[in-house]
């Protein structure tokens, strides 16, 4: 079975993450190792992701792992004040797929530099943007017949507010708690085939998971 190295914003999205991996892989066991950050209580924040991804530490953790995982939400992108080798330009205009493409772009700059590091290992490379944040992927978790709702870009905290208090027993989103994100994501182990075509950059993310699902599958 692959294994996958996970460098995210924070323990909340390896959380969503892990669970996502283990829905689409249908395996509890899938070996799964935290990079940025490594546990619970380490430093994490966006801008830990691009530096990891810049860092010496970056092209040797392939050593170890099959894939690397590497997961930003575009909203950070948008709203922040970026040094200047992390700036991109996201206008409102862009669809979903453009978002991520240019966020794409970035990342790959940084990972590469002057050499051919991409062109050799890019395919060992997933890119998990959530846009414009993780927390818009739990939305077709329970709006599975309302679409637009499933498919929100903004608003998306608000929206899940409307319904977790009656879905999760009192649960009401308005913190990084770790216990809520795992109870939320939990759901994706036995949905996440049947809803990730609602948001359109959960779909991006889970196709290539189940690409290399069916690569790694064992022949009949």
Known sequence: MPTFGLITEGPTDQIVIKNILWGVFNDPDLPINPLQPKAEGDPANWVRVLDYCCSDDFKPSLDFNDFIVVQLDTDVLIREQLPAKYKVDLPSSLEV???????????????DGDEAFWQQHGEQIIF?????????????????????????????????????????????????????????????????????????????????????????????
């Open 128 to 220: 998990t943007i959530s846009v414009h944040q993780v927390e818009c992927w739990f939305l077709p978790i329970y709006f599975q017949t309302q679409h637009k709702k499933a498919g929100k870009i903004t608003g998306c905290i608000d929206a899940l507010n409307e319904v977790l208090p009656q879905k999760e027993n009192g649960l009401y989103l308005k913190s990084k708690d770790l216990g809520y994100y795992r109870q939320i994501s939990k759901h994706f182990r036995k949905s996440i085939h049947k809803i990730h075509h609602l948001n359109p950059s959960l779909n991006i993310f889970v196709e290539r998971l189940k690409i290399i699902n069916s690569q790694s599958a064992p022949p009949a």
């Open 97 to 111: 797929v453009e978002i991520i493409e240019r966020v794409s772009q970035l990342l790959i700059k940084l990972i």
